[in-house]
């Protein structure tokens, strides 16, 4: 069973509707540079309210100290935390206290033997981008990941969609798929008619 992370999550509403639809994870992004960027104040009331059984996953970038992340996100009651800038190894190592989802860009030149590096409990792949740590929008080549599994559980991103997640599914049998924009009114803003298109979508393509 694939799981779904609906990531970009700014209020409550939205992680409630995420949460009845299906979903098993959902991600706040703690990156200042972010539209999407959410409050401390602000996560700690959402993930109060989070049913039981799903996960409340932060994302961050090129957090200066790995333990004082670690110590903010056991203090307001995240998961995991996903690391999505040039977080080395050893960085990853020395979070211990949650979960550890790295993410790394792909494109033609990336190798699926890199993942073998990472001591974490997921990698997540997306499309690199030059300027931006993630977010995009866009997909890669999902061929240019064949092989991943072998190196761990894997999560795929970068410009999923209702009408493309069922074939990348059906293509690289990730362990999870991440959306966000795929989902949204707007940067921050689900929809839920998108959200519920997506999660059922995702279900096909594991009947399947």
């Not at 994302?59 to 307001?76: G, H, K, R, T």
């Not at 009651?77 to 040039?86: E, K």
Request: proline share 5%.
């Amino acid at each position: 069973m694939t799981r779904v992370k609906i990531c970009g999550i700014t209020d409550a509403d939205d992680a409630r509707d995420a949460a009845l639809l299906g979903a098993d994870a959902v991600g706040l992004n703690f990156c200042e540079q972010s539209p999407r960027v959410i409050e401390p104040e602000d996560a700690l009331r959402l993930i109060d309210a989070l049913p039981p059984f799903v996960s409340a996953v932060g994302v961050f970038v090129n957090y200066p100290d790995p333990q004082s992340l670690e110590d903010f996100a056991v203090s307001i009651g995240l998961d995991a935390v996903q690391l999505h800038g040039d977080e080395s190894p050893d960085y990853c190592s020395m979070i211990s206290r949650v979960k550890v989802i790295k993410a790394l860009g792909v494109d033609d030149t990336f190798r699926v033997e890199r993942l073998r590096q990472y001591p974490v409990s997921g990698i997540l792949l997306d499309t690199y981008s030059k300027d931006r740590y993630g977010g995009t929008g866009r997909a890669f080549r999902w061929e240019q990941a064949a092989g991943a599994n072998a190196f761990g559980r894997i999560i795929l991103a970068g410009g999923l969609r209702p009408e493309n997640v069922g074939q990348a599914i059906a293509e690289l049998h990730p362990f999870a798929v991440d959306v966000s924009s795929g989902v949204e009114l707007r940067p921050g803003k689900k929809d839920y008619e998108l959200m519920r298109l997506f999660i059922e979508a995702v279900q096909r393509a594991d009947a399947e």
